[in-house]
């Protein structure tokens, strides 16, 4: 019966330290590229004289710009659509598109430092969007990550 009650809690253990791996490489994709986005954000398009709820204003219209081009909405069309979830759209996002969305945050932050268009930005981040979905829903390496 203690070897029972041990092995379960080996197995117990190892079950929710699993989880804790998928949340940590979840959270890890989440923040691969963040500071690279936000730094160009700051260096780029926030003017040093304005003020810090205006300057959130741009980091949270950038982040929707990517929001946009990956899932179709902006956090606040997704949380109208998900009245019933808690959390935002991306603990929500799948591992294929957390890949993207830091290969997104590279790429908007080189546009932006290049003087591009948000409008011009968009069109071109949806179209990587879609060409990298595409190339990674049956990629076998990221399905070892799931």
Known sequence: MLYLIKEFQRLKEQEISSGQLEWDIRRSLTKTNYHIHTDAIKEHLIPPELATKQAGYIYATEADLLNSALF???AKEWRDK????KGNIREYATVEQLVVLASLESQNALLIEQ????SERVIMLNKLARNQMKALVNNP???KLK
């Open 72 to 74: 179709g909405n902006t």
């Open 115 to 118: 003087g591009m268009d948000q």
């Open 82 to 85: 998900n009245k019933d979830k």
């Open 141 to 143: 390496s990221i399905k």
